[in-house]
């Protein structure tokens, strides 16, 4: 009895010891950068000074788990969008499979166009001609033969400027964003402009975000069965959600049903969805990522005084209204140390 | 150095004590029933063997975490539907504050009805009149306010027959089967014919389901500004998904963007959604609950000869399709030893 109320206090002491080595080292654990491609300066200390506030149970703008919600635009916020969305060159690469089938497309514009490989003459096409191609080239099919194609496109395809496949032109800063909300409970979702089952194919992989956290455009599909009386989904031209401008809190709304705490964006394209965002009651964070690289991204929008282009719209009027609201933009140039993982 | 070695060796004595401890206990644990309110039968085997089986690592039917999908019809397979679906108690309710704001009503069918208060009237109107008191009664006013209206309701109202409110109304086994799929790594979903926004104001406190992981009917909401600039959403009258029948896989492609690989269901409504999960490849589980408890609830469908009735229609075909297609049938009166939690 008294050698084991002997080893009993010896335990005790020795788990003294092991508890004070844990608290000795936990304090050095928790002052990991979980930022270390981000500058030091007012985007990096809002974004921590945000989780630190909406995490501690002590303090008056605590977020209980179940409403930590942040909203990520996608083209330009997530990855490079320039010269064009990675969704429409798939769109003006499947042109040519839609034309086998139709032929009689071949001779009506905007098909006739996109097939004579005229570059100069493809990118001035309009958002009309841009709308009926992705209304040809995004619906017909069945979502399976749909998530194949893109996936098979995704691995064939290289972007023009660095050789590399579209899913590595994610930013590394923001990557480090997703996963600093997600280790601090907070789900992280994609409120994309563009089509919800095409993101949806790699968002998993690429950015550990899954098909139900995935807001986009969205078509209608149909529910059918196939000549063996298997059910399956198939595409139809109808647009249910476009999922841009106002159609971002809609769209958040029909998917997600709360308010998100934290939400970022680029373009005009995003007003409404940081608005929203930064509306709600307690501590909200909403920012703009500003695209004033011109060497190792691109370099668009208000701060450059270049006009606005096709892609990443971002008029003088928004940054006023970032700057009124308390919005946080973040300079590409000087906030961010890295751009690609792959530098 | 030698009394610390010595007090090593009793820690590691103390140990493996605690060790052998926790290992005789966590069988015992894991034999404790998930499913206490489930008699023993064809049905509780099916729940508990499809657990087992796709969550155990080395089944040949294992599921990765990521797509643990169960989906549940909510009216008829997790709470009362009978006399009339609570929601559509609701738009009854709201009638004349509805009339209030527009007068001209009071003169037009099916509103006349509604307000005379006749109920044998009121119950013989048919869809297209509900639909036109559904229409007039969820849209037009904030998300914000029809929310707060929602739960002022759900606080005052009682069903007629248990004088309870109808959040008490839910079926206890089936608690425990959205409890027992979770605590299993499965996201549970509700997907329900009846209107998105309207369940998403108890799910959460009363299934543990979160306004995210509600599917349901969905009308169009639009983005404005209050007299203060205070952005918010306004409920539009019009549908974008009629979540029942084919609209249900639709709906679960549009909110989810994966098959389930569980779905439970009580009627014609829940066809399509049950099709589609076990057309899946691997374990899949469908379910179907047969109101066959006259005393204890409700006895409808083709169990008992009985005609289908207005709501949770289940004509005999659907019978004949589920046991020629392995869905496994719950009799609510033979499976469930207790229907309430407060029985």
């Known amino acids: 009895m008294k050698r084991m109320l002997m080893g009993l206090v010896m335990c005790a002491s020795w788990l003294v010891v092991v508890a004070a080595l844990l608290l000795a080292i936990a304090p050095a654990y928790a002052q990991t950068d979980p930022l270390p491609s981000w500058n030091d300066g007012p985007a990096k200390q809002a974004i921590v000074a945000f989780v ?7 303090s008056p703008q605590f977020v209980p788990p179940a409403e930590r919600i942040a909203t990520f635009d996608q083209d ?7 010269p064009m969305y990675a ?23 905007p098909f006739k166009t996109v097939l004579s490989g005229n570059r100069a003459a493809i990118a001035k096409l309009k958002m009309p001609d841009l709308m009926k191609i992705l209304a040809a ?44 909300l997600r280790a601090n409970g907070y789900k992280t979702y ?52 476009n999922d841009d401008h ?22 005009i394209g995003d007003q409404q969805m940081l608005e929203y965002t930064k509306a ?30 096709k892609v990443g719209t971002f008029p003088p009027a928004l ?15 000087t906030d961010w140390k890295r751009i690609f993982a792959w530098e």
């Open 87 to 109: 969704q429409v060159m798939y769109c003006l690469d499947r042109v040519p499979a839609v034309v086998k089938t139709k032929p009689e497309l071949a001779k009506v514009e």
């Open 280 to 309: 709600g009651d307690g501590a909200r964070l909403a920012m703009l990522v500003l695209h004033d690289d011109a060497t190792r991204e691109y370099a668009y929008g208000p701060a450059q005084g270049l006009p606005s282009t």
């Open 246 to 267: 106002a159609g971002k809190p809609e769209g958040i709304h029909l998917l997600i049903g709360r308010r998100p705490v934290a939400a970022f964006g680029n373009s």
């Open 319 to 333: 940054y006023a209204q970032a700057k009124q609201q308390g919005w946080v933009v973040i300079h590409m140039k």
């Open 76 to 82: 330009g916020t997530l990855w490079v969008e320039h």
């Open 137 to 180: 080239t995004l619906t017909g099919m069945s979502v399976a033969d749909f998530t194949a194609d893109v996936k098979r496109w995704l691995a064939e395809v290289k972007d023009p400027r660095w050789k590399r496949p579209y899913t590595d032109l994610t930013y590394l800063p923001m990557q480090e964003v997703l996963k600093y």
């Open 52 to 58: 630190k506030t909406t995490t501690d149970q002590g």
């Open 190 to 241: 994609i409120v994309t402009g563009g089509g919800q089952d095409f993101v949806r194919v790699y968002a998993e992989q690429v950015y550990g975000i899954p098909p139900e956290q995935v807001v986009g455009s969205v078509g209608a599909t149909k529910y059918g069965y196939d000549t063996a009386g298997k059910p399956f989904l198939i595409k139809e031209p109808k647009l249910l959600l």
